[in-house]
């Protein structure tokens, strides 16, 4: 029996603009890190932050750990996996907030 597989090449080019782009998303990390958005737009330091972090793993995943060239069942066990870690984590705030309460600023009552 051969266990023959279709490969796919990926460009240098390609690998250099991911890693050009993640460099660049460090970048937007760290000098939103040094401003205090969140006196100004209340929690946009975690949503940047958040937001940059998603798009840095999104590019890792399907670039570098090639599920972006996967058969069609490893894209889907991607998927689930992250659709099983959003069930996780909003079980685990609906707890959260369950046990002590929405958190308020500081300083609200």
Known sequence: MSDHTEHHIVSPKIYFAIFGALMVFTAITVAVARFDLAS????????????VATIKATLVVLYFMHVRYSSKLTQVIVIAGLFWLLIMLVLTIADYVARTGWPTPLGQV
């Open 40 to 51: 100004v737009w209340g929690p946009l330091n975690i949503i940047v932050a958040m937001t």
